[in-house]
Each structure stands twice: as structure tokens, then as C-alpha cells.
């Protein structure tokens, strides 16, 4: 099992460029999320799909979309990259929630650079 | 508002000694799950606990242990005898009922830093 799969992994973008990250999961859950990571601010949600066909926003969602194109896959999307978004992306997933929330596995992040 | 607090932003400590991690959290809610998460220098995030909150008994596991204490908001980390390997950094987090039911809502982080 592979577990999280995150591509790429290193991406250099120039101010306005658009990209999208691609997360896969095998474990079977329900859940993914995208996180972003910046120095002394530990990971902030941009945004979840809580199940497959649903997607809500996260605490700093803005610049960004998603896409849960299935239950293994959710790519994030960045319209036009500006530098504020220079960051580590991490994607994860997790059985999901219900009257239970299970840990999230993690993928091993993408590192962007805007410039 | 910042819901965990990690106040130490950084420990050394030399090899074999033991370090203690503060956690501490902020919720109204009753019902709510904490972890904790190393991230090491190649930076993959590794889940280490979930603990709920009726479940107040600490946990052992290896040289690592946990102390939940409701009372003070604090959910706190021990490594034993630390070994250069938990050169990491930290993570606590919270998933509580009213504002991140199955979200994360991350410290800042503490790292540590064990020299031989």
C-alpha cells in the first residue's frame, strides 16, 4: 500500500501561473484534505471532502479549489499563483467522521515556490 | 483564535535525557479528539496518538508517554531517555464538535533538537 501519494513534489511557479497538485489515497476512507504549511504556523486546512461529492472550505481557503474526483483522488487548484502562496502543501485522508474522528495519514507534501 | 497552544518553540536536549512537551488547547465542547504528530528533517508528518476526550488515562508506548489532564486543558509528551532519532518537530492537534468535528486544528509546533 502506498498509502497518500502526492505529485509533484518540488514546483517552482511564477506569479499568475495556474497549476494543480494531485493527491491520491489507497487506503480506502472517506475523508481528504488539503493543508498548507508555513514556518512557526504549524498546517492550516484550505479545504476538505468530508465524503466523495462534497467539498468545503477550510480556514484559509482563498486562491484555491478542489476537486474530489473520486473517492481516492482530490487535487487542489491554483488558479493564478501569487507569492503569499509559497508554501509546503500536504494532502491527507482519514476513515472520515461520524459519531467517531479518526487520525489523518499524510502525504509527503509538496514543496511550491511562487516567485 | 488560536485553539492549541504549544509554547515551547524549540528544545535541545543531550541524547538519553527526558523532554517534556507542552500541549495546551481551547474548547467549549465537551466531546473532542487530540493528537500528536512528528515531523521529522524529511519531512513526512507521522501520526503518534488520538486520544478522545472520556478517556483520560495516559498512555505508554515505548519510550513515549502522554498525560491528558482536562482539568488544565493540557494534553502533554514525554520522550524517555531521548535518542537522536526524536530529533523532530511536534505537532498537537485538535478535532472538537462545534468549530473542526473531523478537521485538525494544528499548534505551531515544538521542535526538538537531541545531540549525542
Known amino acids: 500500500n502506498a498509502g497518500v501519494t502526492q505529485t509533484p513534489k518540488f514546483q517552482v511557479l511564477k506569479t499568475g501561473q495556474s497549476m494543480t497538485l494531485q493527491c491520491a489515497q489507497d487506503m480506502n476512507h472517506n475523508s481528504m484534505y488539503w493543508y498548507r504549511q508555513d514556518p512557526g504556523m504549524g498546517l492550516r486546512l484550505i479545504y476538505y471532502s468530508a465524503s466523495e461529492g462534497t467539498t468545503d472550505k477550510g480556514e484559509v481557503p482563498n486562491g484555491y479549489n478542489v476537486s474530489r474526483l473520486n473517492k481516492r483522488e482530490f487535487s487542489l487548484r491554483l488558479e493564478s499563483a501569487a507569492p503569499s502562496q509559497t508554501s509546503v502543501y500536504f494532502c491527507?485522508?482519514?476513515?472520515?467522521?461520524?459519531?467517531?474522528?479518526?487520525?489523518?495519514?499524510f502525504g509527503p507534501g509538496t514543496r511550491l515556490t511562487v516567485t | 483564535a488560536q485553539k492549541v497552544t504549544q509554547a515551547q518553540t524549540e528544545i535541545s536536549v543531550v541524547e538519553k535525557e527526558d523532554v517534556t512537551l507542552d500541549c495546551v488547547y481551547e474548547?467549549?465542547?465537551?466531546?473532542?479528539?487530540l493528537f500528536w504528530y512528528k515531523q521529522p528533517p524529511s519531512g513526512e508528518l507521522v501520526f503518534l496518538i488520538r486520544r478522545n476526550s472520556f478517556d483520560e488515562q495516559n498512555e505508554i508506548s515505548g519510550r513515549y508517554s502522554w498525560n491528558f489532564q482536562k482539568s488544565t486543558s493540557s494534553f502533554n509528551f514525554t520522550i524517555t531517555a531521548s535518542q537522536v532519532v526524536d530529533s523532530a518537530v511536534y505537532f498537537c492537534?485538535?478535532?472538537?464538535?462545534?468549530?473542526?468535528?473531523?478537521?485538525?486544528?494544528f499548534g505551531a509546533g515544538t521542535q526538538v533538537v537531541v545531540t549525542p
Open positions: 474548547t467549549r465542547d465537551t466531546t473532542y479528539y
Open positions: 491527507a485522508s482519514s476513515e472520515g467522521q461520524g459519531a467517531l474522528v479518526y487520525e489523518q495519514y
Open positions: 492537534a485538535l478535532s472538537d464538535l462545534t468549530d473542526s468535528w473531523g478537521k485538525l486544528q
